[in-house]
């Protein structure tokens, strides 16, 4: 009778492990960016957009007046940037601006944003692919937080 408590014991002990094994190994190599990380990569995005906009048709916008709301992920797709995780992350969010004279608000908006995990883990970088001087695609990336 001792053998056979030691014995659930010893595999309770080795299921206990396994658990905590799984456990680890999910949350370090299948981690997905957050919504609140996509929504920075979003925001980021929009923010550079309006900043061109604003200096090409010389409007004065000041650098808080675009809010996002409902972000949604539709499809997250991992993939490798530069021998780094990372993830294509599609779906569509909502905008809200605000103008001199009203507020105007965007709904269903699609993006698509490229989100790579650095080295440590810790840090997450926007990645977007550009053409190179000499023609041939590249990617730049510019960090946006953490998760």
């Not at 014991?9 to 080795?14: K, V």
């Not at 905590?20 to 957009?49: D, F, H, W, Y």
């Not at 916008?61 to 021998?83: A, C, F, G, M, Y």
Request: proline content about 5%.
């Amino acid at each position: 009778m001792g053998s056979m408590a030691s014995g659930k014991s010893i595999l309770g002990i080795l299921g206990a492990i396994a658990l905590v094994v799984m456990l680890t190994a999910c949350s370090a190599v299948g981690a997905n960016p957050s919504r609140q990380l996509v929504k920075q990569a979003i925001a980021l995005e929009l923010s550079q957009t309006q900043q061109l906009l604003s200096q090409q048709l010389r409007l004065d916008l000041p650098p808080n007046s675009l809010t996002i709301h409902r972000v949604s992920i539709e499809q997250t797709t991992p993939l490798k940037i530069e021998d780094l995780q990372a993830y294509q992350v599609r779906g569509t969010y909502d905008y809200t601006i605000k103008l001199p004279t009203r507020k105007v608000t965007q709904r269903q908006n699609p993006f698509e944003v490229y989100l790579q995990r650095q080295q440590e883990g810790k840090t997450w970088h926007l990645a977007k692919q550009q053409i190179s001087e000499n023609g041939e695609p590249i990617w730049v990336t510019q960090r946006i937080g953490y998760d």
